[in-house]
T-cell receptor, first 114, second 114 residues
Framework: DGGITQSPKYLFRKEGQNVTLSCEQN?????MYWYRQDPGQGLRLIYY???????QKGDIAEGYSVSREKKESFPLTVTSAQKNPTAFYLC?????????????FGDGTRLSIL | GENVEQHPSTLSVQEGDSAVIKCTYS??????FPWYKQELGKRPQLIID?????GEKKDQRIAVTLNKTAKHFSLHITETQPEDSAVYFC?????????????FGTGTRLKVLA
């Protein structure tokens, strides 16, 4: 979906290093989400934000952090506390929370350990 | 907590046959049910969705049915083609405790055999 841009497409992390994944949307969506997908697995929710300056933990938030300073941007930091970060990370957005609308996904970032 | 169960996890059909994937959700407040198709290494893409005030929706070869009483919804693909081969995810969006998030099923890998 051209409305959500994730970067970089591939990212490598060294031991003890924090890395930040970028997610930008121009869909004027209120809500944004981060998911982790392991090979052959489903989507697991890391963090989500329903409005600027507010976010909630998902099911697997440990070792990750986020910020939502602007409506368009929802960066995800994978900290050194996340011991098994290798996965495919998907960012998504959706409209006003009360409205039944689909999520739109970015093309993903594939993170690997060096 | 909220949960969506999806079956089967893998499904093989002959080209031209029909495929059915079933999901069950736990949150009775769920009111929106999208289905996504994900090809290998790509982002999930919405293929059809249904809202809680509708029992069935069809779009060409794809249909979705919803049974609110039983908290079941199903994806039906008719006249399957090799390009239908992918992983399919169901999801339910609810509003438990004022938060709005999408709960995903674990996915069904569909293989259409030529």
């Amino acid at each position: 979906d051209g409305g959500i841009t994730q970067s970089p497409k591939y990212l490598f992390r060294k031991e003890g290093q924090n890395v930040t994944l970028s997610c930008e949307q121009n869909l004027n969506h209120d809500a944004m989400y981060w998911y982790r997908q392991d090979p052959g697995q489903g989507l697991r929710l890391i963090y989500y934000s329903q409005i600027v300056n507010d976010f909630q933990k998902g099911d697997i938030a440990e070792g990750y952090s986020v910020s939502r300073e602007k409506k368009e941007s929802f960066p995800l930091t994978v900290t050194s506390a996340q011991k098994n970060p290798t996965a495919f990370y998907l960012c998504a957005s959706s409209g006003r929370r009360e409205v039944s609308q689909p999520q739109h996904f970015g093309d993903g970032t594939r993170l690997s350990i060096l | 907590g909220e949960n969506v169960e999806q079956h089967p996890s893998t499904l093989s059909v002959q080209e031209g046959d029909s495929a059915v994937i079933k999901c069950t959700y736990s949150d009775s407040a769920s009111n929106y049910f999208p289905w996504y198709k994900q090809e290998l290494g790509k982002r999930p893409q919405l293929i059809i969705d249904i809202r809680s005030n509708v029992g069935e929706k069809k779009d060409q070869r794809i249909a979705v049915t919803l049974n609110k009483t039983a908290k079941h919804f199903s994806l039906h693909i008719t006249e399957t083609q090799p390009e239908d081969s992918a992983v399919y995810f169901c999801a339910a969006k609810g509003s438990t405790s004022g938060t709005y998030k999408y709960i995903f099923g674990t996915g069904t890998r569909l293989k259409v055999l030529a």
